[in-house]
């Protein structure tokens, strides 16, 4: 799969959706909110490249 900004992906045994917002490679990281968009905002989570091996597009 070719990572993108914006993408919706659903990670390896997680049910819940998320969309890629920015990806470090230098770091090795990645930066995903949880979907739906919640009012109040959504966290952002930090997340290292391999946790994206497998992920689905949702």
């Known amino acids: 799969m070719k990572l993108h900004q ?3 992906l659903r990670l390896p045994g997680d ?3 998320y969309q890629l917002l920015n990806i470090d490679e ?3 990281r990645c930066y995903l909110r949880q979907l739906p968009l919640t009012r109040d905002g ?3 989570l930090d ?3 391999e946790a ?3 992920a689905q597009p949702v």
């Open 6 to 8: 914006g993408v919706r």
């Open 15 to 17: 049910s819940r959706s």
């Open 26 to 28: 230098s770091r090795g």
């Open 42 to 44: 959504s966290l952002v």
């Open 47 to 49: 997340v290292a490249l």
């Open 52 to 54: 994206l091996a497998g």
